[in-house]
């Protein structure tokens, strides 16, 4: 079965700081799919990243960047210089064979909290 | 930039009343899905709905929930008979032909049962 673990409950920083949300995954399929989402207190769900476990090089976009270790089902999220506007609770999840028809599974969510 | 869209965005139910929560998928999307997260836990997935037929359903879907896609525009989710167990935000989500792995979540519906 797949699992998706986020340890940290809730951070805060204060803005400028960088931070790193922690996402580490289980799985038994070779062939998976690992995302990253963004919920604000306004409660939508904002696709941010996804990643296909053939492809481990990392990737910035922005202040955004991603750290994939296959070997030790890590997918880190980085925040690099962050803003009040990053406050929002960060979901990482997984879908375990792709190809549309599955649902995915969720973390329990980093609740990030980046203060003035 | 197209979106989800879901209403009502808040819905107000007495315990054993049928609800049925709707849904606008991105056009051309093909696979369909929804999800909910019961207040402060994690996303979990319910079902998801691809050519008309559900494709793949968690063991929270039971037969108090049901999906249909009544025109080719709307995705609907019924629950049967609610119970309090069953307040929660609901999101409809979407995936489109050119990337079947990603899917765009809309804004959610926030069910309360009484």
């Known amino acids: 079965a797949q699992k998706v673990t986020q340890a940290q409950t809730e951070i805060s920083v204060v803005e400028k700081e960088d931070v790193t949300l922690d996402c580490v995954y289980e799985?038994?399929?070779?062939?998976?799919?690992l995302f990253w989402y963004k919920q604000p207190p306004s409660g939508e769900l904002v696709f941010l990243i996804r990643?296909?476990?053939?492809?481990?090089q990392n990737e910035i976009s922005g202040r955004y960047s991603w750290n994939f270790q296959k070997s030790t089902s890590y997918f880190n999220f980085t925040i690099t210089a962050s803003q009040v506007v990053d406050s929002a609770v960060y979901f990482c999840a997984l879908s375990e064979t792709g190809g549309g028809a599955d649902g995915l599974t969720f973390g329990k969510g980093t609740h990030l909290i980046i203060q003035p | 930039e197209p979106e989800v869209t879901q209403t009502p965005s808040h819905q107000v139910t007495q315990m054993g009343q049928e609800v049925i929560l709707r849904c606008v998928p991105i056009?051309?999307?093909?696979?369909f899905y929804w999800y909910r997260q019961i207040l402060g836990q994690k996303v979990e997935f319910l079902v998801s709905?691809?050519?008309?037929?559900?494709?793949?359903k968690s063991e929270i879907f039971d037969d108090q929930f049901s999906v249909e896609r009544p025109d080719g525009s709307n995705f609907t989710l019924k629950i049967r008979s609610t119970k309090l167990e069953d307040s929660a935000m609901y999101f409809c989500?979407?995936?489109?032909?050119?990337?079947?792995?990603?899917?765009?979540f809309g804004p959610g519906t926030r069910l309360t049962v009484l």
């Open positions: 989500a979407s995936s489109p032909w050119t990337d079947t792995d990603t899917q765009y």
């Open positions: 990643r296909n476990s053939f492809d481990e």
């Open positions: 709905f691809y050519n008309n037929e559900i494709s793949e």
């Open positions: 056009s051309n999307h093909l696979y």
């Open positions: 799985t038994r399929d070779t062939t998976y799919y």
